[in-house]
């Protein structure tokens, strides 16, 4: 079965260090892969997705994604974690033509 | 990208009742996707609205509990029949994205149900 799995329900990071929240999918073929940040009452904003190409992904708001195929993975970095960072970020898989499947979710602190 | 007007933004229904959320999109899109958010937990996909078609549901989902209309290629609702307390979630649409962008989403209904 396919599958997206988010090792970690929560990350705590303090303010100005680096920050990964990891994922890792099961899915055949080529799939492309997203992250996406949900605040508090708030719909899914899109950060950035892989493709093809560069295995590094640059998004918004300084993140990037490492995509690597040998692992099956695709975790989310920022080199300096903001306060205003904190929220719970979610990756997913599309190989069926839009058919999103979703982690469970990574809850990201990040503290002064 | 796309920009989704979701309505409404909450909502606090009886049991038995029904509730029917609407999407409204600013630019023609073939496909319309609809999500639930269960208390804590992740996204799951309800069904695929394309216009002019059926609705294609996934696995554990009905078109008499959900039904969706898809009238043309900017507007799809929801409907949530015959409620209960387990459907109390959070419910979004979703369109694809182009190019660079990713899948746009709706900002989501609130359902509470009593």
């Known amino acids: 079965a396919q599958s997206v799995a988010q090792p970690e329900d929560q990350v705590n990071v303090a303010e100005g260090n680096p920050l990964t929240v990891k994922c890792t999918y099961s899915?055949?073929?080529?799939?492309?892969l997203f992250w996406y940040v949900q605040y508090p009452n708030r719909g899914l904003q899109f950060l950035l997705k892989?493709?093809?190409?560069?295995?590094l992904v640059k998004g918004s708001y300084g993140f990037e994604a490492e995509f690597n195929k040998s692992q099956t993975s695709f975790h989310l970095k920022k080199p300096s974690a903001l306060v205003s960072d904190s929220a719970l970020y979610f990756c997913?898989?599309?190989?069926?033509?839009?058919?999103?499947?979703f982690g469970q979710g990574t809850e990201l602190s990040v503290k002064p | 990208s796309a920009v989704i007007s979701q309505k409404p933004s909450r909502d606090i229904c009886q049991r038995g009742t029904s509730l029917t959320i609407q999407c409204q999109v600013d630019?023609?899109?073939?496909?319309m996707f609809w999500y639930r958010q269960q208390p804590g937990q992740s996204l799951t996909l309800i069904a695929t609205?394309?216009?002019?078609?059926?609705?294609?549901?996934e696995s554990g989902f009905v078109i008499d509990k959900f039904p969706i209309s898809r009238p043309n290629l900017t507007f799809s609702t929801l409907t949530v029949s015959n409620m209960s307390p387990e459907d109390s979630s959070i419910y979004l649409c979703?369109?694809?994205?182009?190019?660079?962008?990713?899948?746009?989403f709706g900002s989501g209904t609130r359902l509470t149900v009593v």
């Open positions: 609205a394309n216009q002019g078609s059926e609705a294609t549901y």
């Open positions: 630019s023609q899109v073939t496909m």
């Open positions: 892989y493709i093809t190409g560069d295995n």
């Open positions: 979703s369109v694809p994205g182009t190019g660079v962008d990713g899948y746009t």
């Open positions: 899915v055949s073929g080529n799939p492309y």
């Open positions: 997913a898989v599309d190989n069926q033509g839009g058919k999103l499947i």
